[in-house]
């Protein structure tokens, strides 16, 4: 009797950000192995910050993505000021958080729009979907630009912020500056309601995965800038013990390191962990768009994370809204940080999840060791476990289609391939 057995094969991932490849091997009705192959070189960042001023880390760290640099910029800045034994607070630590809004909303516009939905709705990618939906895209679009702006004017550019520093800013902008924001956003959180209603609509595959989920909780905010780290099994630790409960080691197939738990556990950090931990901290109306969206205050099916990333949009928006009304006199842009020898560390929730960097320093502001554990490479073990289950459960499907529908499930977690392939390992034995 002949073996049956057959690949699924994608050689390049379409619509996300950065180079990866997917296998899942199938043999007599069972997955065998699957594997999402990162290709793309890496960069070696912690490696170029190594002898570099505590300070320049903003700046470097920010040009790990295009996609998301505030978080990069800011979670280094905290982690310094941490080793530096200083606090921002009041105006400017506000200031941080409508910029990281900024960030956010860009982020999730474009994948909402551009990435993820052209997969429910039977489209190659978002410029065949805008074809025959020019105004879905172009509300999309309106989106990204309302993010766009908060980070121009908050951080310089639009891409790579160059305003950001150590202690806060460079510049604080005066209440007439953001001023024209306003407007923008009250836009641009009525088309944020128009997407949750829109993709709430989508027909999602029946697929509950048993994850665990982490990512920060703060007592009073959702989660941006601050928290502690916690997860649906009962973790809840202080940044500072991050390494502690955390470990990245190398995969034969990828140039990116994959995380899990000291247990060997894996894990999902990003919009679905986010939600899952702090729904109850939602503003008003995004709990009322996620409620009118069918979320229930758990949500486990990843297909369902676009409507999650939707209702994000909606609470970036309306907290960006609550920042401009409540900001009424420029602060003093910074406080001063002095350099000292010591650890810092810090934790954001970039827009695919929990991102955490750690620095060593020495007494004159000279960083000795780095470490930085971005969203994806977190995620990496539990997308092959998504991978693994959805085909497993559903090797019924012609083949074309349940290869599509694959690609869909790495398409959910939103990769950002760039940041994870910042570091491997490298040994040598000459003899």
């Not at 099916?301 to 939707?310: H, L, M, Q, Y």
């Not at 459960?393 to 398409?411: F, I, N, S």
């Amino acid at each position: 009797m002949a073996v049956r057995q057959k690949s699924l094969r994608v050689d390049v991932l379409a619509r996300v950000e950065g180079d990866g490849s997917m296998v899942v091997k199938i043999k007599e009705g069972r997955v065998t192995g699957v594997s999402l192959g990162i290709f793309e070189p890496p960069r070696f960042f912690e490696g170029m910050l190594r002898g570099r001023r505590f300070d320049e880390a903003p700046d470097l760290t920010a040009r790990i993505c295009g996609i998301c640099p505030v978080a990069y910029q800011l979670t280094a800045s905290l982690a310094m000021e941490d080793a530096c034994g200083v606090g921002v607070d009041g105006a400017l630590r506000e200031l941080r958080r409508l910029i990281y809004c900024g960030e956010w909303i860009e982020s999730h516009a474009l994948h909402v729009t551009m990435l993820h939905a052209p997969d429910f709705l039977g489209y190659e990618s978002g410029i065949h979907l805008a074809r025959d939906h020019p105004e879905i895209v172009a509300r999309g679009l309106k989106l990204k630009k309302a993010g766009n702006d908060i980070v121009r004017i908050l951080g310089g550019r639009e891409i790579h912020p160059v305003n950001g520093r150590v202690g806060g800013f460079f510049r604080a902008p005066s209440p007439d500056e953001l001023a024209p924001l306003t407007s923008t956003l009250e836009a641009a959180l009525g088309a944020a309601l128009e997407t949750v209603r829109w993709v709430a609509g989508f027909t999602f595959p029946e697929f509950e995965q048993d994850t665990t989920y982490v990512a920060l909780r703060h007592p009073s905010e959702y989660p941006m800038t601050e928290g502690r780290v916690v997860s649906s099994r009962g973790l809840d630790i202080s940044v500072a013990e991050f390494e502690n409960a955390f470990v990245e080691e190398q995969v034969a197939h990828s140039n990116a390191l994959h995380a899990h738990m000291q247990d060997g556990g894996h894990y999902n950090v990003g919009p679905l962990a986010r939600y899952n931990l702090n729904a109850d901290r939602l503003g008003p109306r995004a709990r009322e768009a996620a409620r009118e969206a069918g979320l229930g205050p758990v949500c486990t099916n990843p297909f369902r994370s676009i409507v999650v990333r939707a209702v994000e949009l909606v609470f970036a928006c309306e907290e960006a809204l609550r920042i401009l009304r409540d900001y009424r006199k420029a602060p003093p842009p910074c406080i001063a940080v002095v350099p000292r020898e010591g650890r810092g560390r810090a934790c954001t929730e970039a827009p695919r999840g929990l991102l955490f960097h750690r620095y060593d320093l020495d007494r004159d502001g000279t960083i000795r060791d780095a470490r930085i554990v971005p969203p994806t490479s977190q995620n990496l073990a539990t997308i092959e476990d998504d991978l693994h289950g959805f085909a497993q459960a559903h090797l019924g499907l012609p083949t074309e289609r349940l290869q599509w529908q694959c690609e869909q499930v790495v398409r959910n977690h939103d990769p950002c391939i760039s940041c994870a392939t910042h570091f491997v390992r490298i040994e040598s034995d000459r003899g």
